[in-house]
């Protein structure tokens, strides 16, 4: 398959213009002795071959009834997204350097940092960063940047791959990173209170956290603004800032997380939407694109990329963070999403909590134990005997019941992650529990 | 009247937002305490048709690849194939949950392994990772991997050298693992100063970063002399792949002396730009720097394919879960339809392309540098009539249905602008876009004026960027 | 033709002093420069308070398109900084060496002012293109 419009013929006519015997004269600066070597790939498919190909390695894979979650979420995806985000437009474009004709790029993004701001309580939000984890890490660098300091504090209740991308992160920038451990599926913050000092820049807490449960943000932003560190509140799941209070309201100085659940697919985990806001006086040195409005010389409203001086292109090696390319087309999704369910938005998450809640409600009848009492988001932790062999054989069965979590915490042996949506219905989490009740 | 730039807040109206969400059919028995919850919630309520109308409007409103030529300068703006698009959308992909990928995602893992496999075969390199999420984040993630080679050897280099055509990312990211930038400057035909870099050389030098081609289109000839000066130190050679649409099929990376890169799946590999991503940045290096690796690995057993997270001497994790997916998925139907004889067919209509127009253009506009290009090359405004600037040579370009090349980089050269037809334009539009630069060229002679006003046809014209700057508005308020 | 006044000093990275009686200097960016980097956006103002040393980057001014450094001219104490620069950058461009002065110092050496150019040097400087 090619997707070259020009003939041998206009090759060859092109290159006697230009004054080359051959294409190869064109390529005479590669040293002769590594030039043209022998790369071995399969042999090129046509289109249809290829799609074939694809069809059938994608039917490998299996579809079952999914109740996981864990920093990536099944939601419903309206058809309005996909056909207004395949508008080439939109995503054959690149990054609005010619804002005269990229206004339906900026105005989108524009729309897309209001909503962030709306659902986060924040002043201020960027265009987007990779995902949830790398946009804590810059909120991380960030602060380091703002406050000076170089310590920081993560509760261990924050996702463990966001955990795991700060300390890779933080080691690269030599940042000193401790762990805050967790009491009853939140934050100890009596430990907090105990191990914070004037030294530290921020403190990162997530909520609802990695075990579902949500946690008290103003309390750790007030243990926080005591000792002139910052509050970073990230979230895993969007969808809870539709009806959670949100970190701004709660004290957070820097909110950021992960914004797939908003019109994107978990599609193996990428790609992703990474969200960072912030309050107003980190304005100059929060990282990644801004769209601000303006007009143009005839006085239209209109929108450009602006305070573009904190970045990589400009700034170079002092700039706010070396990021490029985002997830600009993400961003889009989520801003079409959010434009179709509005304020409906709260009705999902509700519907979202009803289903977890029930599905714990079920779990709990059939005696297994729920681990942690504190109220919680569309996640929870259940506890059952031989967990992993019973997650075996409910795949077989066609239902993958959530997350193992002694990988990441060896304490809660036999414990599961479990997750609903308002994908999930009754009659999945019914029929689920005849499947257990036969295990 | 519509006004052009009405956001979809302008739109907001109590009752016209019918959007239905399924009833669950059961009561919650754990409601969420009060002082938990948000008040009310300040979204804009729109009709299903307003959103729809309100984003093909946008959308009309911009210029992508599919609209027409986009000579974006290093950013290889090439067509992107609507096969990939397609097998991107099949459910069988999207709805796959990464933390279940193991058991019930064989095929998504087959399709990651396959790739980093031929990426290896097309640049010699060991071992691939597709975590990074774009090209700046492969820069960062493979000065992460510099950085813990040195450590592991107990070697303290904090000093990593940068030509001084490099992209603004490239120091960028070494700053942030707390390298020090040192740049060694292109000497008069474009290539490093080889000089210059014997004199930067010493035991403190971690590293050279090199975009090759570089950020002026051209081939460095001393290519490996530098990778035998980098090497004989103790040093590392870091390729930034941007540019590999000149190279791909010609030549291995691994084989010029580079010994870690990145590649971009959105420039050389035909996956969307997406008006600013989601892009894919996979980095490549050689045997001794694979213990680095960022975790997990994508390994195979068996005819199984698993997630090895025993990588004791890994940097960690860059990214959580596995990367763009869906990205990784377009650029592996695209390598796969092509094969290695359509890659380097790529690579000569690049060049072939780029060249046409350089020998077509310099009879009117500056060249700073006349040999043989690659894939891109730089023109720039000196000895333009009445001053007219880079600038407004590419706000013109716009009335003509052209997307501007690339302005004001690299800096090296002053008042660049940097064009890359990329090998999906064919002989007719590279000449209408000839004879649009001598039509623009004959305008600055006799008529300036049009000029410094442009762009006149587009949806809006000169924009603010002062204003912006100076009282930033970053959200819609009423 | 830009505006230099008589009666200061300059330095080559285009930073003016004026030398007050009790020794303080005020201390901003010349014509010259601020018509080299257009419309200026933002001025990062330095810490009162803060020593410095002639030569060290104490203020950073941006413009759309560019990030410039501003230098100390001498060594010395930073004493008072011009806040009025924060809601109205542009007052670098409209009046660089009236209301658009950066930062008063106090200054260490006296004799370090006999390293800085006159008008007439600066001129020349200018002239020469560095």
């Not at chain 1, 004709?101 to 309580?121: D, H, K, N, P």
Request: proline content about 5%; charged content about 20%; hydrophobic content about 40%.
């Amino acid at each position: 398959m090619s997707f070259l419009p020009n003939s041998d013929d206009d090759i060859r006519s092109m290159c006697n213009e230009i004054g080359a015997n051959s294409v190869e004269d064109l390529f005479v600066d590669i040293p002769s002795k590594v030039k043209n070597p022998d790369i071995q790939l399969p042999s090129p498919l046509s289109e249809q071959e290829a799609m074939h190909s694809l069809l059938r390695i994608a039917n490998t894979n299996k579809r079952v009834c999914s109740l996981v979650g864990g920093g990536i979420y099944h939601h419903y995806v309206p058809a309005v997204v996909d056909h207004l985000s395949s508008r080439s437009e939109f995503y054959t474009a690149y990054t609005p350097y010619q804002p005269e004709v990229s206004q339906g790029t900026l105005a989108a993004i524009f729309e897309f940092q209001t909503y962030m701001c709306r659902l986060t309580g924040m002043d201020i939000a960027n265009a987007s960063m990779y995902d949830g984890a790398t946009a804590l890490a810059e909120a991380v660098l960030m602060a380091v940047r703002t406050t000076r300091k170089n310590n920081v504090l993560c509760s261990a209740a924050v996702h463990p791959h966001y955990r795991q991308v700060l300390a890779t992160y933080a080691w690269a920038s030599n940042i000193s990173l401790q762990i805050v451990p967790y009491k009853n599926g939140a934050t100890d913050y009596n430990e907090l209170s105990h191990i914070i000092n004037d030294t530290v820049a921020c403190v990162v807490v997530q909520s609802p956290n990695f075990f579902g449960v949500i946690e008290d943000i103003e309390k750790v932003a007030h243990i926080a603004h005591e000792h002139k560190a910052l509050c970073i509140a990230t979230f895993t799941e969007a969808m809870s800032l539709g009806l959670l209070k949100s970190p701004g309201e709660c004290g957070a100085d820097i909110a950021c997380g992960e914004g797939q659940s908003f019109g994107n697919y978990p599609a193996n985990g990428g790609p992703l939407l990474g969200i960072l806001a912030c309050k107003k006086e980190f304005m100059r040195t929060i990282p990644g694109r801004l769209i601000g409005k303006t007009v143009d010389e005839d006085g239209r409203e209109c929108y450009v990329m602006t305070l573009q001086t904190r970045e990589q292109h400009i700034r170079r090696e002092r700039a706010t963070s070396n990021i490029c390319t985002n997830e600009g087309l993400c961003a889009l999704r989520a801003t079409i999403y959010l434009g179709l369910v509005g304020n409906r938005l709260v009705e999902i998450a509700r519907t979202n909590h009803t289903a977890a809640s029930y599905c714990l409600e079920q779990l709990v009848n059939l005696g297994y134990e729920r681990v942690f009492d504190a109220s919680f988001f569309n996640e929870f932790v259940i506890k059952i005997n031989n967990a992993k062999d019973v997650q075996n054989k409910l795949m077989d069965n066609g239902f993958a019941l959530g997350i193992l979590l002694e990988t990441y915490y060896p304490e809660l042996s036999d414990c599961l992650l479990v997750t609903a949506t308002e994908c999930t219905t009754k009659d999945d989490i019914d029929t689920l529990v005849k499947l257990l009740q036969t295990i | 009247m519509v006004s052009t730039m009405q956001t979809i807040f302008s739109l907001h109206k109590q009752g016209r937002n019918k959007y239905t969400v399924p009833q669950f059919g059961a009561e919650s028995y754990d409601p969420i305490p009060q002082h938990l919850c948000r008040g009310e919630l300040n979204l804009a309520d729109v009709s299903e048709v307003d959103v729809v109308r309100h984003y093909r409007r946008l959308s009309s409103l911009n210029f992508g690849v599919d609209n027409g030529m986009y000579p974006l300068g290093s950013c290889t703006m090439k067509y992107n194939p609507k096969i990939n698009d397609a097998v991107a959308s099949l459910p069988q992909f999207t709805q796959q949950h990464p933390a279940t990928i193991e058991e019930l995602s064989q095929g998504s893992l087959h399709i990651m392994y396959s790739l980093q496999e031929m990426l290896c075969a097309i640049t010699g390199m060991k071992q691939f990772t597709l975590m990074p999420a774009a090209g700046a984040h492969g820069e960062l993630t493979s000065v992460m991997i510099i950085k813990k080679y040195f450590e592991t050897k107990g070697e303290k280099r904090n000093i990593i050298l940068i030509p001084d055509s490099a992209h603004g990312t490239n120091p960028a990211s070494v700053a942030m693992c707390g390298f020090t930038v040192k740049e060694i400057p292109s000497n008069s035909d474009g290539d490093v100063d080889i000089d210059a870099l014997r004199a930067a050389m010493d035991n403190n030098v971690a590293a050279m970063m090199l975009t090759c081609p570089n950020t002026l289109g051209l081939f460095d000839r001393n290519i490996m002399t530098i990778a035998d000066i980098l090497h004989s130190n103790g040093a590392l050679f870091y390729c930034d792949g941007a540019n590999l649409n000149a190279i791909v099929g010609k030549v291995r990376p691994a084989d010029l002396g580079f010994d870690i890169m990145h590649v971009n799946l959105h420039k050389t590999f035909s996956t969307p730009h997406g008006g600013g991503g989601p892009g894919s940045g996979p980095i490549g290096v050689v045997e001794k720097l694979t213990p680095f690796m960022p975790v997990p690995v994508i390994a195979k057993k068996d005819n199984q394919f698993y997630l090895d997270y025993e990588r004791p001497q890994s940097i960690g994790r860059v990214h959580s879960y596995y990367g763009n997916f869906l990205v990784m998925l377009r650029a592996y139907t695209y390598i796969v339809m092509l094969g290695a004889s359509g890659l380097k067919q790529v690579a000569e209509h690049a060049v072939v392309n780029a060249n046409y127009l350089r020998v077509k253009l310099q009879k009117h506009f500056n060249l700073p540098y006349t040999r043989i290009c690659m894939h891109e090359f730089v023109i720039n405004d000196e000895g333009m009539p009445n001053g007219i600037t880079t600038n407004e040579i590419a706000k013109r370009l716009l009335d003509y249905g052209f997307h501007a090349p690339t302005v004001y980089f690299p800096l090296i050269v002053h008042g660049a602008m940097m064009i890359e037809p990329t090998e999906t334009e064919h002989r007719d539009t590279l000449d209408a876009f000839v004879d649009t630069m001598i039509a623009i060229k004959n305008e600055a002679n006799t008529n300036p004026e049009v000029l410094k006003a442009a762009p006149h046809t587009t949806p809006v014209r000169k924009v603010d960027a002062v204003l912006a700057a100076r009282k930033p508005v970053l959200k819609w308020e009423e | 033709m830009s505006n230099i006044p008589e009666n200061l000093k300059y330095t080559k990275t285009h930073e003016w002093i004026d030398v007050q009686d009790d020794y303080t200097g005020i201390c901003g960016i010349t014509d010259h420069a601020q018509e080299m980097l257009t419309d200026i956006v933002f001025v990062e103002l330095p810490e009162v308070g803060i020593e410095v040393k002639s030569g060290e980057q104490v203020a950073v001014v941006e413009s759309v398109k560019a990030v410039s450094d501003v230098y100390a001219p001498v060594s010395g104490r930073i004493v008072e900084v011009n806040k009025t620069l924060e809601d109205s950058p542009d007052l670098l461009n409209s009046d660089p060496y009236g209301k658009g002065w950066i930062f008063k110092i106090d200054i260490k050496d006296k004799h370090e002012l006999d390293e800085l150019m006159d008008a007439a040097q600066y001129a020349e400087h200018v002239a020469s293109g560095e």
